[in-house]
C-alpha cells in the first residue's frame, strides 16, 4: 500500500513544478496578487475598519493608515482572540494560536493561525518540499519511509475552552490528515506530550526500530534525541539505526557550528540537508538547490512582505521597501502581513539576498541579537560561521554557545566579548582555540576587525567552557524547555549570561 501511495505522491510532486518556476520567475507579481487576496478576504475585521482600509485599498493607502508594530503593540489585540472575541484582526473567531518563545530572553508570544492559513502556508509549503525532494531523487521514497516529527504540546487556553495553543508544529500535528498520521514516529499521542524528559525517553525507543528517512527540528534538540538512541542501541552512527536516513530539514538556528557532528552521525555522500524558514508566523522560505546556499523566497503563501534596510531600524520614519525595490548583500528587517492577521508586523529576523532572479536568502540574525556595544557590528551569521570554520581546523565540535560583551571597569582597562561554550568534543588547546577564533571573525567581519586593532578598542575575546549539559539545564530550570526555545547566540547586554553564570555557580 505504501509502494502505492508513494507513486500517487512522486507523480502529484512532479506535476506541481510548475508552481515553483512561478515562485522563481513571477515573484513580484505573486506578491501584488497576495496582498489583494489578503485584504479582500479579511477586509472586514475591526482593525482594518479602524484603520480606514477596506479591500480596495492601494498599497499607498496601506502603508499610509497602517503602522509598522511590534509583538508588544499587538499583543491587545491577541489577547481579546484568545479569549473569543470575533472580528478583532480577521473576521470570526480564531481556535489556534501558535506559541513561540523567539529568544530565552523574552516572554512567550502568541500568534493566531486560522484555518485558511494552515493550507496556505503550511499545508502548501510541505507539498513544495515533497516536490523539490522528488524532483531531486524521483526515487527517494518519501511515503515509503517514515519521517520523525519532534512537536511541541496543545494545551487548553485558560479562559476560553475553545482556544488551544501550542507550538506550531503542533498544531499542524494536530489537524494533518489522519492517513498522513500513520508516516509519522512517533504516534501523535507521544509527540505533542508536554512532558519533555518523559516524552524523549519514549522517542528513543520508539523511534529507534522505525525507518526513517527524514527528520526536521532545532539542531540542538535532536542532537539531544540523537546521543540518547546511540547510548540505548550501542552504535556509532544513526545510520547504523536507520540506514535509510536520507534528509534533514533544519532551521531556527545558524547550522554551521552543527553540521560537522551531523555528518559524523549520517556518514553519506547522498545526504540532503535542506534549510527552510518556518516561523511561528508563517512559512517563509525553503532551500530549491542542494548545490548552493539561500532559500527561495514563497511569495504565494498568504504573506504579504516587506523590508525596512538595517540603517534605517533606529529611525522614527523608516525606509519600507516592496520586494521589486530589495538589493543582494544589504541586511532588510522583515515586516509581514498575513492572513492569520498580523497587520505590517516586524518579525525581529535579519535577511539578506544572494540575488534577486529569483529572490533567494539567507536568515542572518535577529534584530535584539547582535553586539554592536564598541561599534563592532558583531551579527549571528558571523560567529556560527567563525564557529564552524574552528571547529573543522581543531577537530572539535560545539554543542551550544552565547556571548555578550564585557564592559570598562577597573578589571577589564578594555572591554572586549565573553563567550560561554559548551563543548561536545574540546579543543586540545583553549587558549589557541581562542585567539584563532578571534582572529577568525577579524576575517568575516571588518567592523569586529577595526576595533581589535591593537587592542585599542577590544580585547581578544575570552571563552569560558561549562559542562557538557549546562544550556539544557539552564534551560529547565527556567522553565524553557521544548523543542522550540533556543539559547540566543549575542545579546548586546550581559542579562542572559550573568543568569547564565550565576545558574552555574549554584550549580557547584
Known amino acids: 500500500m505504501k509502494h502505492v501511495i508513494d507513486k500517487t505522491a512522486r507523480h502529484y510532486a512532479l506535476s506541481r513544478r510548475i508552481r515553483l518556476e512561478s515562485l522563481r520567475t513571477n515573484a513580484v507579481h505573486l506578491q501584488k496578487q497576495t496582498f489583494k487576496n489578503i485584504l479582500y478576504k479579511l477586509s472586514k475585521a475591526n482593525y482594518l475598519i479602524d484603520h480606514g482600509i477596506n479591500s480596495k485599498s492601494s498599497l499607498l493607502e496601506f502603508k499610509k493608515h497602517l503602522p509598522i508594530i511590534t509583538y508588544e503593540e499587538v499583543f491587545p489585540f491577541i489577547e481579546r482572540m484568545m479569549k473569543g472575541e470575533k472580528d478583532i484582526l480577521v473576521p470570526g473567531t480564531v481556535r489556534w494560536f501558535a506559541k513561540s518563545s523567539g529568544t530565552t530572553g523574552a516572554k512567550s508570544k502568541f500568534i493566531p493561525v486560522t484555518r485558511n492559513f494552515m493550507r496556505t502556508a503550511y499545508t502548501r509549503t510541505n507539498w513544495d518540499i515533497v ?6 531523487d524521483p526515487n527517494i521514497g518519501i511515503f515509503r519511509h517514515k519521517t520523525l516529527l519532534m512537536g511541541g504540546n496543545l494545551k487548553i487556553f485558560p479562559e476560553f475552552s475553545k482556544t488551544q495553543i501550542g507550538d506550531v508544529s503542533a498544531i499542524m500535528m494536530e489537524n494533518m490528515p489522519r492517513f498522513a498520521k500513520s508516516f509519522n514516529t512517533p504516534t501523535f499521542e507521544i509527540a505533542l506530550m508536554d512532558n519533555w524528559d518523559e516524552k524523549l525517553e519514549l522517542m528513543k525507543t520508539i523511534c529507534s526500530e522505525e525507518n526513517v528517512l527524514t527528520f526536521g527540528g532545532v539542531p540542538t534538540w535532536l542532537l539531544v534525541l540523537f546521543r540518547m538512541m546511540l547510548e540505548y542501541r550501542k552504535v556509532e552512527t544513526m545510520l547504523e539505526i536507520w540506514p535509510n536516513a536520507r534528509v534533514f530539514l533544519h532551521g531556527g538556528v545558524g547550522f554551521d557550528p552543527y553540521k560537522e557532528e551531523f555528518m559524523k552521525l549520517f556518514p553519506k555522500d547522498d545526504f540532503l540537508y535542506m534549510e527552510v524558514y518556518n516561523a511561528s508566523e508563517g512559512y517563509f522560505g525553503l532551500q530549491d538547490q542542494f548545490d548552493e546556499e539561500g532559500m527561495l523566497l514563497l511569495t504565494d503563501n498568504s504573506v504579504f512582505y516587506e523590508f525596512i ?105 578594555n572591554p572586549g566579548h565573553q563567550w560561554l561554550i559548551e563543548f561536545d568534543r574540546p579543543p586540545i588547546d583553549l587558549n589557541i582555540f581562542t585567539e584563532v577564533l578571534d582572529k577568525t571573525i577579524q576575517s568575516l567581519n571588518s567592523d569586529y576587525e577595526a576595533k581589535r586593532y591593537n587592542n585599542l578598542v577590544m580585547n581578544q575575546l575570552r571563552i569560558i567552557p561549562v559542562p557538557k549539559g549546562s544550556f539544557n539545564a539552564w534551560l529547565k530550570a527556567n522553565s524553557k524547555w521544548g523543542a522550540q526555545v533556543k539559547v540566543p547566540r549575542l545579546s548586546n547586554d550581559r542579562d542572559i549570561i550573568e543568569n547564565i553564570l550565576n545558574y552555574l555557580s549554584l550549580k557547584v
Not at 131 to 136: D, M, P, R, S
Open 131 to 136: 516536490t523539490i525532494l522528488y524532483n531531486h
Open 309 to 413: 534596510p538595517k540603517s534605517e531600524l533606529g529611525s522614527k520614519q523608516p525606509i519600507v521597501l516592496q520586494l521589486a525595490d530589495v538589493q543582494t548583500e544589504v541586511d532588510y528587517a522583515l515586516v509581514i502581513t498575513t492572513s492569520s492577521g498580523l497587520w505590517r508586523y516586524k518579525i525581529g529576523d535579519l535577511i539578506r539576498f544572494s540575488s534577486i532572479h529569483p529572490f533567494r536568502f539567507k536568515v542572518v540574525g535577529r534584530i535584539k541579537q547582535f553586539i554592536n556595544t564598541f561599534g563592532e557590528e558583531l551579527m549571528v551569521h558571523n560567529t556560527d560561521r567563525a564557529i564552524a570554520i574552528c571547529c573543522e581546523k581543531f577537530s572539535c565540535s560545539v554543542a551550544n554557545y552565547t556571548a555578550a560583551p564585557i564592559y570598562f571597569s577597573d578589571d577589564h582597562k
